[in-house]
């Protein structure tokens, strides 16, 4: 035992002396940039965790910037060290992720909303856009846009995530139906690629790259700058929930109103599962359309699915808008008792997470494991999912919401890096669990990730041709049946805009200095 214990001793000590002797040439190198930020070597905890609390991976350094610049000169000074070194660069937004996706395991970290302080850039005309930083937050840009009248056409359901975090991966929300995903509405990008070159690019301009870098989960460069499209905004919301308890009629309901030229502006849905009380808690915000039939509707032990609406408006608009809504939803079969409504104004119903948010912050609930899972299923396989899914698999929804509604594929770029199902429409499901700390019980995280398994070997085993979002994968197999016919394509991406494997190792698609698989 002593032999083995003094054995351990020299063994690591080596490999201390080898880290020692390595880390200060590393280290004085990154200090002697000629940048205008500056890096820090030392709080490097923040950025070794994120909004998924499951990994956590402690980089070399942290980079703060001043300008694109002091971006371009890191990542072109790594480049130039060539396959030897094992320095990574993870560009870090808000640190919304899940799965260490923004993490870089003795790498970089770029604290992208160190350029937040770069102007936004409003163009007001006939097809009006604002230019903007990468690293500026969504509410941001609504609320320095809402000074000129204007807003983005597409939204992610919680606002407080960075420009260049969404672009990576798509941006969904209920109003993709009509406007597709974020990534659908963006005019140009500024990239700094895996090079360490600046590039400007667009439809028309290094569109390759360009197409590449929307939904490519930061694996060919690194967003610095957007050009996002707007459009008038408008003072008010009429927000309706209504209820079903059959699955196939809440689904048939949602494809209509996505089709043609809905009324509505907004529509999603979710489930809920063996859930008491749940009337009581929406009369916060909703007020039923018959308050005497609503009270005698009973949620307790039952399947139910909610049809989330929206109609935008402005007040001189409220009569006609009125009337459209009751017409729309008058040709719905929802519940008829189950009709609640509530009228805010545009930012707060956009921002309506975020009021969650603090509630859960004030709690203690905010910052606990968050095991999610994002899937993308065909509209052909979603009542076999939902059969087998719901209530079977799934017991109740007391860990989190289960979002669930339909989007047309016509409003998605096939050009782009994501990966979505084959089908002119399809479901996003999403799974938005969270983890009690420490719990063994069915609130546990151990019993969530459990669940989530299960789905994906059901969907698996049925050949529903689902596609996770936000996806996250062990092996670069996995990766490859993925993205199918398209990693190829990924692939020669990746190989000509970032050959080292540099940027985004918290995807975990590519490994540094070890050769692409075709």
């Not at 480049?79 to 395991?105: C, E, I, K, N, Y």
């Not at 406007?179 to 895996?194: A, F, R, W, Y």
């Not at 749940?278 to 949620?299: E, G, I, M, T, Y």
């Amino acid at each position: 035992m002593l032999f083995l214990r003094s054995f351990m001793i020299l063994v690591l000590s080596c490999i201390a002396i080898k880290i020692n002797l390595c880390f200060p040439n590393i280290l004085s190198s990154l200090k002697t940039l000629p940048i205008d930020g500056h890096f820090n070597f030392e709080q490097l905890h923040h950025a070794a965790k994120d909004f998924g609390n499951r990994y956590s991976f402690l980089p070399l350094a942290v980079l703060h910037p001043n300008s694109v610049s002091d971006i371009a000169t890191t990542v072109k000074h790594i480049w130039q060290m060539g396959p030897g070194s094992d320095l990574t660069v993870a560009a870090r937004g808000h640190g919304h992720s899940l799965q260490g996706q923004a993490q870089a395991h003795g790498g970089i970290v770029i604290n992208m909303k160190s350029l937040q302080g770069l102007k936004m850039q409003f163009h007001i005309g006939n097809l009006p856009y604002v230019d903007v930083s990468g690293g500026e937050l969504w509410i941001n840009i609504l609320r320095e846009g809402l000074k000129h009248g204007l807003a983005p056409k597409s939204w992610t359901d919680y606002l407080h995530l960075t420009v260049g975090g969404t672009l990576s991966n798509a941006g969904i929300s209920g109003q993709a139906f009509r406007h597709g995903p974020q990534i659908s509405n963006v005019h140009q990008l500024e990239v700094v690629t895996g090079k360490g070159e600046v590039v400007t690019c667009s439809g028309k301009q290094n569109s390759d790259l360009f197409h590449g870098v929307l939904g490519g989960l930061g694996q060919f460069g690194i967003i610095t700058r957007a050009r996002i499209s707007l459009e008038p905004a408008p003072e008010m919301v009429k927000w309706i929930r209504v209820l079903y308890t059959d699955f196939a009629t809440f689904t048939r309901d949602q494809e209509e109103l996505i089709s043609g030229e809905s009324t509505f502006d907004y529509v999603e849905g979710f489930v809920i599962i063996n859930r008491t009380g749940l009337l009581n808690n929406w009369r916060s915000s909703f007020n039923p359309q018959d308050p005497v039939q609503a009270s005698k509707f009973k949620s307790d032990g039952r399947t139910l699915f909610c049809l989330e609406l929206a109609k935008y408006f402005n007040r001189d608009e409220t009569a006609v808008v009125n009337r459209e809504i009751h017409s729309s939803l008058s040709q719905l079969n929802h519940i008829p008792s189950t009709l609640f409504v509530s009228e805010v104004p545009y930012i707060e119903f956009l921002d309506r997470v975020h009021i969650s948010e603090i509630k859960l912050r004030s709690k203690g609930l905010w910052e606990v494991p968050h095991p999610w899972l994002n899937l993308l299923v065909p509209r052909s396989k979603i009542q076999t999912f939902a059969q087998q899914v719901f209530g079977n698999i799934l017991t109740d929804t007391s860990n989190g919401p289960i979002l669930i509604y339909p989007v047309n594929k016509s409003k998605w770029d096939n050009r782009t890096s994501v990966v979505t199902p084959d089908e002119d429409v399809f479901y996003l499901v999403a799974f938005l669990s969270s983890a009690v700390p420490s719990s063994t019980g069915t609130d546990g995280l151990d019993h969530i990730l459990i669940q989530n398994k299960r789905i994906l070997e059901f969907c698996e085993i049925a050949r529903l041709g689902v596609k996770q979002y936000l996806p996250h994968y062990s092996t670069q197999g996995e990766w490859k049946a993925h993205f199918g016919s398209r990693w190829e394509v990924f692939v020669r991406r990746k190989s000509s805009y970032d050959p080292l494997a540099i940027l985004a190792p918290g995807q975990r698609i590519f490994q540094k200095a070890v050769p692409y698989s075709q």
